[in-house]
């Protein structure tokens, strides 16, 4: 699979390559908040007449680091922050269930992956108020960044 990068302008800014020797198919697209790319498709490159799923994450020169773990999400159950109302209209509450929390990050993103709102946790923060301003009516998604790993995250819907 062969990846491009083109100027606003049209013009070839790089190009990098996934996957093997046969077919190779991207599935879905997606730019991530950090100006990188997420791809998942399918390959059929490994054998035994069967497809696999890989998933690329990119930064924003189109290299990739590869991972042979399982990606895993928050518990819901064991969430670290609770965001309310939701449905929001104005304004949302965020509160931090740590014992002491540090520094970190909130990331307010759109369903395409474009950031839309950062706020900085202090540390000791445990609940704050943010008001988005000329946010449109949707879904979004929520990342809590501390200490460089995702402690919690969520889907809001502002109407």
Same mark, same amino acid.
């Given at each position: 699979?062969?990846?491009? +990068? ?73 969430n670290l922050i609770s965001v309310y109302p939701n449905p929001f209209h104005d304004n949302f ?37 943010? +008001? ?14 501390s200490e460089g790993v995702v402690k919690a995250s969520g889907k809001m819907v502002a109407y």
């Amino acid at each position: 699979m062969y990846f491009y +990068k083109m100027k606003p302008d049209g013009q070839w800014h790089y190009s990098t390559s996934h996957g093997s020797v046969y077919d190779d198919y991207a599935r879905c697209i997606r730019q991530t908040y950090d100006s990188g790319y997420i791809i998942v498709g399918s390959t059929s490159s490994y054998g035994g007449c069967l497809s696999n799923v890989y998933v690329v994450k990119t930064d924003i020169t189109g290299m990739s680091t590869p991972y042979n773990g399982i990606f895993k999400t928050p518990d819901k159950e064991n969430n670290l922050i609770s965001v309310y109302p939701n449905p929001f209209h104005d304004n949302f509450t965020v509160q931090v269930h740590e014992a002491k929390p540090t520094h970190g990050v909130l990331i307010i993103s759109n369903m395409l992956g474009q950031e839309i709102l950062r706020y900085a946790i202090k540390p000791g923060e445990k609940i704050f108020s943010v +008001k988005p301003e000329n946010l449109p009516p949707g879904l979004y998604q929520y990342h809590w960044f501390s200490e460089g790993v995702v402690k919690a995250s969520g889907k809001m819907v502002a109407y």
